[in-house]
């Protein structure tokens, strides 16, 4: 094999393995900036949710969420502070004729980081 193959390869492997971590270290990040939300339906009455506030970069945004099990992990949207949580009977946050039962449940703030986890749960 030839110099020129040789760190052709050798930089390949470097680049994969560059590209890996990055990929990786992406969900670390974020945990360190905010969290993902897991709705708990402790009653199983509410069958989605609407969550506003400040994501992972400070950017107000909101959602709508269907919860159709206890427990609902609301991935790809990273959270922190103080959220506003509305619960609704139906599955599409109250357009398709469902029922606003739950505001605000008592959750306190959203941390920016937890230690074992980048999970946070709100229940009803």
Known sequence: MSITSRLAKAGAITLFGAAALGLGSG??????????????????????????????????????????????YLSGWWWKGYVAVGGYTDGNCGKSGGRLILTNPAAGPVPEYQANSDWYTISD
């Not at 609407?50 to 159709?68: L, R």
């Open 27 to 72: 969900s670390a990040f974020a945990g360190g900036n905010g969290q993902q939300i897991n709705f708990h339906d402790r009653l199983g009455t509410v069958y989605s949710v609407s969550i506003a506030g400040s994501n992972q970069n400070g950017q107000y945004v909101e959602g709508c969420f269907s919860t159709p099990s206890v427990d609902n």
